[in-house]
């Protein structure tokens, strides 16, 4: 019997390791800081963002502001081929035939206009067209501001699946120890097989745990991949120290925060935005003052005629003109963008007010979810030590055979709670924090 139990022993040993063996891929170091960098250099989200902000600087340069003006060419070649016979009735003169008289015609030219005034349409457009690339900028300001936190969000499950990893891989020693101990006693009298095979289950039960927990933390190593742009199987090793900003700063953030929130700032930006709209359709109540120039050249090569000889003929043109247009009144079309540019701004200020009060009410909840995590983590804390305490004790009370394997075992799975249960308290509170950040507008400016 006892070498049946042996074997099982080995048995369970065995099938463990050879799983955890199938599980360790070497892991490389990824530091927050290198996390965030490889997130903004290679996220697909960042980089579309990135793109857009190149894509609204160039309709907010020189080239797209309607201040340069238009210069255009054009050129042309004509050929003809007749044949022609006159005839003399009256006069009894022979006949004039031409056959295949060629008549070849040029021209070439060029064509400024130029809008010196256009009811200050242009020069409005030409603001909005700024304030649309202020705008891109806070888009993709928050893109990356999301994104960041969806990593961390990541990083952080990763390091504490990490963390209680280390945990289960010490109850699990700690069980296979109980095992040995268990079946020395069995064999010297001093222990029930009952006991021995109570602490082989919970030596199977901390290893299906364990590689559980290891296969959470290779999905997630995935995840993490998936936000850096990686190869999916790259393994990292993340960094498990948390810092928290201090009071003072954090204040400081919060009292600075409309300022900086990037909601408001987009909205802001919105209302500028819709105040040049009314600008630019107000353009159409005043005149248009464009200036023209051209110069052309043509030739013409004329065949012999009946009555006249070849001849080749150049004419060069110049031509310079100002106009005026003002449109009196085009069927109301001006009227109603203005008024309806004016209802979107109205709507926008309503918008303002809306947002102003969901921020605040955001940035409220944040500050008190973040607060309550923190005092959860210390009780956590606080816990661990006591669980600790308690373990240490049953543990020597086990060997010495005052305590049940029974109780030893509820008192080792408390810790692993406390133990796990602080690890979710402490990532819990850092990201409840860098929430609140991001809602003050300072999460791109802290160290992580």
Known sequence: ???????????????????????????????????VRLALENNFGIVIATNNIEIAKN??????????????GNAGVNYQSASTNTSFPTTGDPDRDIADAETQRYNAGLNLN????DGLGRFYNYKRLKEQYNLTELQARETIENTILQLFTIYYEVARLSENVGILEETLEISQERVSRSNYQFEYGQNTKLNVLNAQVDVANDSINLLNTKQQLLNTRRDLNIILNE?????????????????LQLDDYLERAPANNVTLLQNESNLRISSYDIKVNKSGYLPTVGLSGSY???????????FFPDNISNTSTLGAGISLTWNLFDGGSTITRVKNSKIALDNQELLKNQIKLQVERDIANALG???NRLKIYK???QNVVTNENNFERSRERFKLGQVTSIEFRQAQINLIQAKTNKNLAKYNSKLAELELLQL??????VAY
């Open 379 to 381: 009780i956590q804390q």
């Open 369 to 371: 979810t973040y607060k």
């Open 1 to 35: 019997m006892k070498n049946i139990m042996n074997c099982k022993l080995r048995y369970i040993k065995l099938i463990f390791f050879l799983c955890l063996a199938s599980n360790t891929i070497i892991a490389q170091e990824l530091t927050k800081e290198e996390a």
């Open 59 to 72: 309709n907010k340069g020189i080239l797209n502001s309607g201040y340069l003006p238009v210069l255009s």
């Open 114 to 117: 130029y809008t010196l005034f």
């Open 231 to 247: 190869e999916l199987e790259k393994q990292f090793e993340v960094d498990t120290a948390v810092r928290f900003t201090p009071k």
């Open 296 to 306: 052309g050249w043509n030739q013409s090569r004329n065949p012999a005629s009946a």
């Open 440 to 445: 003050t507008g300072q999460l791109l400016n």
